[in-house]
């Protein structure tokens, strides 16, 4: 079993919270990692459907005959459950509860309600490079695959694995988050987001793609985020005037899903693809994520864009200064990779912490305006 990373984040808060709350995409490794955990727990999964009518019928028959210490999977599919566990930890100091889902703005909406101050929450993501400790691989090799524990535990073929997961995602999933009528559009729309990778969301032009309202492209973008598909990364306006783009740009909580979404159906393929260098981006800043989310923290990521078109791929917020991180699919460095963070710095009205870009090829070097940092050191990144 390959050990995840964020397994000293969880183990340092328990009995601490009363209540540890686990959250990312089906088929992440959830499962896995709490039963490996907490191997001695009793272990209830909501996913089950007679199982889940048994507790929905009568909730409390659960903890009379469990106790006050489990594993509860898939929890957002009986959210009345939370109001029992509400009112059992309370009342005993020594209830603690691992919940676990794989929708997060449900998971988040119930959980505000009924226990809010009671629960850390945690962000589990599919493998991160480092998790697999292997970088022997082109750097393609690992877009193309993607991160699904399953594609490596099964050795599954990527192009059978996406297949299989977006027709399971579009046909259960999505209808338990919202109802959706026209499927066929909903799968359309997914493509139309894997080529928006990178980009500014357009509502506009995302709608007059697919014949669908604007209102309607909000809701799916939604539906996405909320099965952990997609993120949207904000933009850094704070501190400088209004002529800077407040868009969010798109990006995919996995490249291998996107690749299926483009009918991207090889590595020459991929090689060859022409917006392979938004990919190599997504690529690079799921990792950034994985990193923090690992240590139990939120991401404190921006992009920043002028009206004239000046832009930078990266801003992690440091605290007290911003670092700068132009991502560069190119294996060979050229001085142009540095472009926009010399000009960025020259303007920049806030603290900056050093300039980096993260390029393809594979030898770091200290330079006169910065750092060059190959994409299999992204642990040279200041934490």
């Known amino acids: 079993m390959i050990e995840r990373h964020i397994t000293p984040a969880i183990t340092s808060l328990l009995g601490k919270y009363p209540v540890l709350t686990v959250t990312g995409p089906r088929q992440g490794g959830k499962t896995t990692l709490l039963k490996s955990l907490f191997p001695d727990w009793p272990y209830f999964s909501l996913e089950t459907p007679d199982f889940r009518e048994k507790v929905q019928l009568n909730p409390k028959e659960l903890f009379v005959k469990s106790g006050h210490k489990m594993v509860i999977d898939e929890v957002q599919r009986v959210p009345e459950l939370l109001s029992y566990i509400q009112t059992i930890v309370d009342d005993d100091r020594e209830a603690c509860f691992i919940l676990s889902g794989s929708h997060n703005l449900l998971m988040l909406e119930n959980i505000s309600q009924s226990l809010a101050g009671r629960t850390a929450m945690f962000y589990l993501l599919p493998f991160s490079l480092s998790e697999l400790g292997q970088k022997t691989q082109d750097y393609e090799n690992w877009i193309f695959r993607g991160f699904y524990p399953r594609i490596y535990d099964r050795e599954i073929p990527p192009g059978r694995f996406y297949q299989d997961y977006l027709e399971t995602y579009v046909q259960r999933d999505v209808r338990q988050i919202k109802n959706i009528g026209n499927l066929n559009l909903f799968q359309r729309f997914l493509g139309v987001c894997a080529g928006y990778i990178g980009q500014t969301v357009n509502y506009s032009n995302m709608a007059n793609a697919i014949g669908v309202s604007v209102h309607t492209i909000q809701n799916w973008l939604s539906v996405l985020e909320t099965s952990f598909i997609v993120y949207q990364l904000n933009p850094y306006f704070r501190n400088f005037n209004k002529r800077i783009t407040k868009a969010t740009k798109l990006y995919f909580y996995d490249t291998g899903l996107a690749c299926s979404l483009l009918r991207i159906r090889s590595v020459e ?13 997504n690529f690079i800043i799921n990792e950034i994520c994985k990193r923090y989310f690992n240590q139990g923290e939120r991401p404190p990521i921006y992009y920043w864009r002028d009206h ?6 990266l801003l992690i917020d440091q605290g007290g200064q911003l670092l700068p991180i132009e991502i560069k699919a190119g294996r060979t460095f050229s001085s142009s990779f540095f472009k926009n963070l010399d000009w960025w710095r020259s303007v920049a009205d806030v603290p900056v912490g050093g300039s980096i870009v993260i390029y393809g090829g594979d030898e770091d070097w200290n330079l006169e305006n910065g750092r060059l940092i190959s994409w299999r050191n992204l642990n040279q990144l200041p934490a």
């Open 269 to 281: 393929a991929l090689d060859n693809y022409f917006q392979k260098g938004a990919l190599f981006e």
């Open 308 to 313: 004239k078109g000046h832009e930078i791929d």
